[in-house]
């Protein structure tokens, strides 16, 4: 359940990293910083989702589709139903480390 749960924070980071960029220009959102680069969040957003997919693919196929589609769902529920700030979706990386480190892969 750990794993599920993980792999599907990782992959709602990614997507709400991703999706960051579009949201506030859609809202008229100051970018800050990123306005000279917005394309940084949208590439680290790709690969954390590429990152749990593949983590995903080899614990087995239902741990692919419980990550992504419970990884839309909580983006979802984080960037446009609550309307929360994305930088705590810079915690992404850091689970990812996580799930290399503490879970055990099957080959």
Same mark, same amino acid.
């Given at each position: 359940m750990v794993t599920l749960a993980t792999l599907a924070l990782i992959f709602a980071c990614g997507t709400a990293l991703l999706s960051y960029r579009f949201y506030a220009v859609y809202c008229g959102w100051s970018l800050g910083e990123l306005r000279i680069k917005p394309h940084i969040p949208g590439i680290l957003? *790709? !690969?954390?989702? *590429? @990152? !749990?997919? +593949? @983590? !995903?693919?080899?614990?087995?196929? +239902?741990?692919v589709v419980v990550s992504i589609i419970g990884g839309f769902v909580v983006a979802y529920l984080y960037v446009y139903v609550f309307r929360m700030r994305v930088e705590a979706a810079l915690l992404g990386p850091m689970l990812a480390v996580l799930a290399i480190l503490l879970m055990p892969m099957r080959f």
């Open positions: 957003g *790709v !690969a954390l989702m *590429v @990152f !749990a997919i +593949l @983590f !995903a693919s080899s614990l087995g196929w +239902l741990h």
